[in-house]
């Protein structure tokens, strides 16, 4: 019994041999005994590789457009705005429409992906958000490895879950999908985006699809993306939906999965490169546009819009930096009489008679927070409106327009006449100068070598004189009076003395 005993446990550990031995083979050296020597040389030699020129990292080149102007900084009085790499960037603001930073923001740029933002503010107006849209081949008609979420011909989704496709996952076959649902065909509905960036002033803008994919065609503005921006955020739907951090589009008639989206603004998530206040917006990239980016913030009762064209990685610290810019720098002011500066204008005439107050009781500006320079007003009425304009010295901080009251229009009548009145009176004033030139003016010239050319001209020259002409005249008509007198007295003296010798010869005689 025990030899089986020992040979059952013998067995067994002829049996577990191999398998300790393979174990113990792959237990690194160190692990039963760390070795502090070991651990020191590792870090030396990592420092003398930092050490080594070639193992440093290499900064990026500051590209040439971080010196380019910025033209903001030459306004008088005006804060000076930072350096940003991008090529372009605006500040905007997004109730007056006041441009704080401006750079290139008139060259033109493509925008990538932030022409989703007209795509979007297009679709929510023209389509109730709970239409169902069944997509058709078009969604494959985008370059191969673009953005997009895999939306399939056939597929519908309603079109409250196809903004937030556009607006948070960028989908360029949603875009374009939509954009054919609405205009019939892709192109009528870029067609529409064209006309709709006119309406808004822009003037640098021209889309030929309605995703952003690059083409040659296809470009935009600083100034006309903040328009853009600016008016789409007047909606609340687009408010909504550019503020939410994910969405998730719940099973298709085609795809079972729920499909969870994203929003790509990292300014709007949580991280570190989350900016306090913002509100939202759209990235934007492709190779050769660079990165785009639209970013709405919130600060100190401002609401500002910032708009980044062929940016760098650096785009996210660029938007930082300007919207700092703008909030650190600027104040939201409420334009009453109080604050604005006389202007010799019908808005002066309208401060005068208690009327300015009313008409700007909810016109505000942005203005720096020590202002160096007047705010002014300027108004006008056109067709029973009137038109305010707000300056900053001579700088055009923004305008309103609104439908003027009874008691404006009879003041602004009463001024219109007061201002003909008073151009009259100068007028009539002119004429009446011009009446009293020498009426010879008008006629033959007179030769200036006979006797009335001689008079005709010292007269002329005796009234370019000055004042003191008339106590000289007096003085050389004294002068010429004496003279007289005493020659008369000298001849008169010399025909006695005649007299006198004739009578004496007569006497002789």
Not at 155 to 183: K, Q, R
Not at 431 to 460: C, I, Y
């Amino acid at each position: 019994m025990k030899r089986r005993i020992i040979k059952s446990k013998l067995k067994a550990v002829l049996l577990l041999t191999p398998a300790l031995i393979m174990s113990l083979q792959t237990v690194h050296p160190l692990a039963a005994a760390p070795d502090p020597g070991a651990a020191q040389t590792t870090q030396e030699n990592n420092e003398a590789t930092a050490e080594t020129p070639e193992a440093e990292p290499q900064e990026p080149a500051i590209p040439e457009s971080y010196e380019w102007e910025i033209q903001s900084n030459s306004i008088p009085g005006w804060p000076q705005g930072p350096k940003i790499i991008a090529e372009t960037g605006i500040v905007m603001d997004l109730d007056t429409g006041e441009i704080l930073y401006a750079k290139g923001i008139d060259e033109k740029r493509a925008p990538a992906s932030i022409t989703k933002i007209m795509t979007a503010m297009l679709a929510i107006e023209k389509v109730p958000l709970d239409t169902k849209i069944t997509f058709t081949d078009e969604v494959n008609n985008i370059e191969p490895g673009s953005t997009h979420i895999g939306i399939k011909p056939g597929e519908t989704l309603t079109m409250e879950e196809s903004l937030y496709g556009i607006l948070l996952g960028s989908a360029n076959e949603v875009s374009s999908g939509v954009a054919e649902y609405i205009g019939g065909t892709v192109q009528n509905f870029v067609d529409m985006m064209n006309e709709r960036a006119q309406e808004l002033g822009c003037k640098n803008t021209h889309f030929v699809n309605a995703n952003g994919l690059y083409d040659d065609n296809h470009y935009t503005s600083a100034r006309d993306m903040a328009l853009i921006a600016k008016a789409a955020f007047q909606n609340e739907t687009f408010r909504n939906i550019v503020k939410t951090p994910y969405y998730i589009i719940p099973p298709t008639n085609i795809t079972p999965e729920e499909r969870w989206i994203n929003n790509h603004h990292r300014m709007l998530t949580e991280g570190g490169i989350h900016y306090e206040g913002c509100l939202g917006g759209k990235t934007g990239y492709t190779e050769r546009a660079g990165n785009t980016l639209v970013t709405y913030a919130e600060r100190n009762s401002m609401r500002l819009v910032c708009v980044v064209l062929k940016g760098t990685t650096e785009y996210y610290n660029d938007t930082k930096n300007l919207l700092d810019y703008g909030f650190n720098n600027f104040q939201k002011l409420s334009l009453s009489s109080d604050v604005l500066a006389e202007s010799g204008s019908l808005a002066s005439y309208l401060k005068d008679q208690g009327l300015l107050d009313a008409a700007v009781e909810t016109s505000s500006a942005d203005v720096p927070v020590t202002p160096s320079q007047e705010i002014t007003c300027q108004a006008a009425i056109e067709n029973n409106m009137l038109n305010l304009d707000f300056y900053y010295g001579d700088t055009l901080l923004g305008s309103s327009s609104q439908e003027a009251s009874p008691e404006i229009l009879a003041a602004a009548h009463t001024y219109d006449l007061q201002q003909r009145q008073s151009q009259q009176a100068q007028d009539s004033q002119s004429v009446s100068s011009e009446t009293k030139e020498p009426s010879d003016s008008s006629s033959a010239p007179v030769n200036p070598d006979s006797l009335d050319g001689f008079f005709q001209e010292a007269v002329s020259v005796f009234q370019s004189l000055p004042s003191w002409k008339y106590p000289a005249l007096g003085l050389l008509a004294g002068a010429f009076i004496f003279y007289i007198v005493l020659l008369i007295i000298k001849i008169r003296r010399a025909l006695s003395s005649k007299k006198r010798r004739k009578s004496r010869k007569k006497k002789k005689h």
